[in-house]
Each structure stands twice: as C-alpha cells, then as structure tokens.
C-alpha cells in the first residue's frame, strides 16, 4: 500500500513538457520540440520510468539504460525484480558515473542455473561476459580488479552509439520504500501471529471425549464444566 501511494504520487500524470517561456519561440524550436514529445511517446519513456520507480520503491535501486539501434534511440529498464544485479561505479574525485554493470543468470525451464552473465558499459561500449574458468584477458582485463568480474570471459563488445555513459541508475540510501517502517511492520506481523496462535490454544475450547461409559459432572453451582 505504501508503494502504491507513492507510485501515484509520481507517475499518475504523464511527463509534461513545455518549451521555456524566457526564450523566444522559433519555428525550428517548435519543430523540434514537436518531434521531441512525438518520440518521448512513441518510446514509451512515461512506461520506462514507472518501471523505474517501481523498481527503487519496491528494492532500492533501479536503471533506465539508453542505446542506438539502427540510428534510432532505444531503451530499457534494469531492474532487481527481473533478476538484474545492477552496480555502478563513480569516480571518487569527480562523482561522475564511469561503469554500469548488470549480472544476470541464465536458467533452464526447470529453474536450474546454466551459468551466470555481466553486461558493463562505460562511455563508448557495452560489453557482454560471461562466466567460466578461463578467467578475465584482452579487453575485459581492466574490469578485474575494478568490478570483480574475474572468472568471466567476452562474449560480444558494441558502441551504444552516445558520447558518454547513457544510463540513468538510483540507489535510494534507505531502501525500498518502506524500509524506514520495516521494523514496526515486523513487530505488527509478530503481534498478529502471538494473537493467531493464543486463540488457536484458548479461545473456546472444545472438550472431545470419547468411552462408553463417560459420565461429566458439572459445577454444583452454575453446572459448568471446567478443564
């Protein structure tokens, strides 16, 4: 209930846009802000965003990645609730984003693991390992030691065609969205339970006996029988 709150407070209204009121509007900045709200549309970023804070609400953390695919914008949405380990790493100095990593797992349809998967992207490239015992070499060497992938081998290595890391990655510092009040949920479920479990020993009783010859004598003044 808590996450459905907050989801409506943010994306119960789609994304609204608007050209600044300070600039002088110009036919060509008209035609690019119609063709701007016509692919904000047509790839679905309203969607991706919900997803995206779903993810955060729900695990803490979440990812809307970009990429070019036939000289045309794509995007998808990385999430824990679909299997997707994410981690980024900043620079220490500058806080700016140099790596993105997603691990994820291969599994048969009787849910057995087949074997595990990194995808990292950096400003130029995403690069899909994958892992095995021949350990880390040629390209994917300057990942050990800085993302721990060793044990893992290139598959495939792509431009993502953007000048810089084009991914969008929160870590909310408290959690999901009901961490704060995770404790009072489990003292309330604990409560709940002690309360199940006294009702089930002691409210109404029910005396079962069972002999031929069974004789209840009852209180000599109310006539009740008391265990």
Same mark, same amino acid.
């Not at 846009?17 to 679905?44: A, I, P």
């Given at each position: 209930m808590i996450k459905v709150q907050q +989801?409506?407070? +943010?994306?119960?209204? !789609? +994304?609204?846009?608007? +050209?600044?009121?300070? !600039?002088?509007?110009?036919? !060509?900045?008209?035609?690019?802000?119609?063709?701007?709200?016509?692919?904000?549309?047509?790839?679905?970023? !309203?969607?991706?965003?919900?997803?995206f804070c779903d993810s955060i609400k729900s695990t803490g953390d979440g990812a809307i990645v970009l990429y070019m695919s036939d000289g045309k914008v794509n995007l998808k949405t990385y999430s824990y609730l679909n299997g997707d380990c994410l981690y980024q790493q900043v620079n220490p100095f500058t806080s700016k984003p140099e790596y993105f990593v997603r691990t994820f797992q291969d599994i048969d349809n009787n849910g057995t693991l087949i074997t595990n998967y990194a995808e990292v992207w950096d400003n130029k490239r995403i690069y899909l390992l994958k892992q095995d015992a021949k350990g880390l070499g040629g390209l994917v060497a300057k990942f050990r030691g800085i993302l721990g992938l060793d044990g893992y081998s290139l598959i495939s290595s792509v431009a993502h065609g953007f000048n810089e890391l084009p991914v969008v990655y929160y870590r909310a510092k408290e959690g999901a969205c009901w961490s704060v009040v995770q404790d009072d949920i489990d003292m309330y479920e604990l409560g709940f339970s002690h309360l199940y479990q006294?009702?089930?020993?002691f409210a109404f009783p029910i005396l079962v006996m069972k002999g031929d010859d069974i004789q209840i004598q009852g209180d000599e003044i109310d006539g009740a029988v008391k265990g």
């Open positions: +989801l409506i407070h +943010l994306c119960g209204n !789609d +994304l609204h846009h608007e +050209l600044n009121s300070s !600039d002088k509007e110009t036919k !060509d900045s008209s035609k690019f802000f119609t063709m701007f709200k016509r692919g904000w549309y047509n790839k679905q970023v !309203d969607t991706h965003f919900f997803h006294n009702n089930l020993a």
